[in-house]
């Protein structure tokens, strides 16, 4: 009943809006695939930084529904994983830094379903 109740209300909300963002639809990784550390621990993470919140970010960045390239889960933030990190951040409208900070750890843990950014060569 209470989520009928907030998807009413935020349809209201959109339809009194002047400017309404449609949202990607998106699929939540299974945490229990992706359990190195707890979900509530999201360090910012760089390139050269190792350890299992790195495996983590690895993990989580192949749950895109098979986007290239899958990473190994070796916990080590190389140039491959950080070309990646940067591709998934401008999927959702980020800076493509490739730093791992809060923003991306949430794309992390909910991947859009698509990008329609292609993959960099």
């Not at 690895?58 to 940067?86: E, R």
């Amino acid at each position: 009943m209470r989520q009928r109740r907030s998807v009413g209300l935020g349809a209201a909300f959109c339809a009194a809006a002047t400017l309404c963002l449609v949202m990607p639809q998106v699929a939540a990784a299974a945490p229990e695939e992706c359990s190195y550390i707890s979900a509530s621990l999201r360090p910012m993470l760089t390139y050269g930084d190792t350890g299992m919140a790195v495996k983590q970010a690895q993990c989580l960045s192949n749950k895109w529904a098979g986007q290239p390239p899958k990473l190994p889960l070796t916990g080590a933030f190389d140039s491959v994983m950080l070309k990646k990190i940067a591709w998934i951040q401008g999927c959702h409208g980020l800076a493509p830094s490739g730093v791992i900070e809060a923003r991306t750890w949430q794309v992390l843990y909910h991947p859009a379903l698509d990008c329609y950014d292609s993959y960099p060569v």
